[in-house]
Structures are given as C-alpha cells and as structure tokens.
C-alpha cells in the first residue's frame, strides 16, 4: 500500500478512530453534501461552553437553541492526528497544514464552530469543531464526531446501495416481516407493507417484532420498527387487507409485491386477475410448510409464461388441487381448528426467515425469475405424527434442484398464465 492509498483508507476509517480517540458522538442523520451551513441544537451551561444535543441540516431547531456551524472540507493529508482535548497547538497545526487559500478561508469563517469533512468512500467523515460565542476561537473549543447514520452511508458501508425500486410486501407475519427487515437493510428505500391483523403474544415466538408492539397493527409497528432500525428509509403501511390495498393503489406502481398471507387458494385468484390485467409489476409468492418441513419463493412476472398455478396439478379438478412441490403428504392436518377462529400452524422462526431470505433475493434487481425452495428436517414433522411427501424427499436427498428457473415447471394448458 502506497502513501496515497494508506491516506485514503485511513479516511475511510476515520469514524472509528476518533472514537478509538475518545471523541464524543453526535449522530448524523442525513448526508451534509451540499450544504456550507448547518444548525446545532445546544443546550447552554452556565459556565463555560454550552454542550451540543444534535446538528441538523433541515429539521427546525429553536432560535434560543440554535448555533450555527459552517461545513469545511479538508484533505485527510492535512488534518492533524486527532485527540480529544484539542488545543491551541492542535488548531494552530491545522492552520498550518492547510494551503493558504483554505487558511485563510477557515479563519474568517463566522458562526459558532466548523465540520471538518473528510472526503472517504462511503460520503465522508466528519469533525465538529465547537467555539460557541467565543471570539478568540482557537484557544477553547470542543470536538465531536459526527457518526453518520443516514441511508445512503448505512448502506455503502455493509458494500451495498440505495436501491429506488418500490417493493410491497402483502402480509407482515412471521415470513413478511423478516422479508421487509432484510428489504430495508440491503438498500431498498420505498417499501409498503399490507397487513389487516394487529401483533398478538402468540406471534412472539416468531414474528420480528416485540412485545412492544402487542395490540398494535402490525404494518404500522413493523413501519416504526424499521424507520428506527434504517435511518432514511420511506415506508407506506397499510391496515388492511391485499384486496383492500388493491382499490387503492395500482400494481403497476411497483416493481416487485411480495405476497407472503401463507394462503394459497387466494393468491392463486390473484394470479389470475395479475394475468388477465397484465400487471406490469414481478410478483413474488412465499409460504412456508408446517412443522419446519420447509419453504418455497416463487417469482412470476405476469403476461409471460410461469405462475404458481402451474404448479398444480393439471387433471385435479377440485377447485383448490394440490401443489405438486407440496412437502406433507397430502391428506394429513398439521393444524387444529377448534376455535373457528383460524388455526395456527407450527413452524420457527428459523424456518420462516430462511424461506424470507429466499424470497427477499428474489425482489432484487437483476434476480433471475424462478422458483426457490428448501426442505429442512422431519424431526418436528414425525413429533406431530406428520409423514412429508415424495417431494420433501426427492428435495433432501437431491434428486430434484433448490432453485428451478421458471421454464422447469411451465404447466402446458395453464389455465392463469396461458402457456
Ligand atoms: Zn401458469
């Protein structure tokens, strides 16, 4: 590594040496590109300088409250090695190191501090340099880091980008909810979610969000879970359900609804009406098989051949068939409907976000178009007396392939895609 390159990759890391260094954090929540002047809350003191809460580029601060600091962009060649107690000396060495044109345009500057950014890979690293009302700023002021905290950084550091492409997820349950969480972790920053049904204890067990949110819708809470878990990341939520949703948006507004209601009889009925109406929109369809028996992700783009209904069976002349990937053998009940209420049917969360990853991957760009699917243990399956299907076994002894392109099941004679 040459000197240029060791400079450039200390920039890169410069957050964490300063807090190696012991310099206090103050977060940042949007990127400072484009601004020369920015805002500090500060709450005064009655002696000496006042200590600053948060700084912000737009958000209104009170006038009593409010200092302003201009933004300076420094070479990382020219900034002293940080400390954090900085002195007379360490100003005076940054002065010194500057070129003379930015000396002088850094001693004239008004306000009531400076944000050194360093220019690094991820959109900068930044040093807040706080005098207050003091005249003779070199000789008493206060250093921060700023630990950047907006989307576009958040997503460059973990190697990824802020995708703009619009995602809706159908359904915010134990699978729904771990698709939107990884969703908005690798970068999709416009997501909606659709959910009629509010958080309940039995959902603990597997379902992304806490106790906290018990009684609460779970597309609002799932919605305030994720802008406090991704900074800058705009989510639409819905309580109610996918035909609700559908007399008030349009399909063709997004690039990719992800419909994990666990209910194939109804999305098959959707399919159809996404054919007929020629959506132009990727749908993507993931359920998983009770007792941990397995998963499936399936993504269709409609007007083209391949649908979930062609993994049907074709001469089944019952309204509702069988899926022929199905993994319990058909004919048994995994679940017991006493209540009349609807039955819960036994997975983990494990196996719910594994079949999420699977369907999360599929709503990225460049995904190939194609049916994912996993099979894990029978151990749950024979503890409930459950017998899985030849599917199950062809998939983990593997005889038939985790992920099939769409041409590997196409159903001659579809009765939804037509093929
Ligand atoms: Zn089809």
Redesign the pocket.
Known sequence: MNEAERLHAFADELESYARKVGIHALTLDAPLRGFKRVHAAVTPKSKGLGQIERINSSEVISKTQRHSLFVFDVDIGDLPPLVNKPSFDWWNSLCQRLPVKSRCRLEKKRGCGVILRVPNRFGGAHILLYWGGNKVRSQHFQIYRLESAYHEYLTRRVGQHSLSRRVAVIGVGAVGSRVAEHLALTGIKHLTLVDSDDMSANNLGRHVLSRNFLGMNKAFSMAAHLCNRMPGIDITPFDCSFRKWLTIAQPNDFDVIILAIGNLAEERLWYRRAWREGWTCRLVSTFVEAANLGGHAISMQPSE???L??LYEAEDPAALGTLRTVMLEPGQSSSQEISGCGAFTPYSAITATRTALLAAELALPGAAIGYHRWAGSDESAAALNLRPSSFWHALREGRTLPFITRESY??DG?P??G?
């Open positions: 051949p391949g649908c209904e062609c196409l159903r579809c939804c895609c093929n």
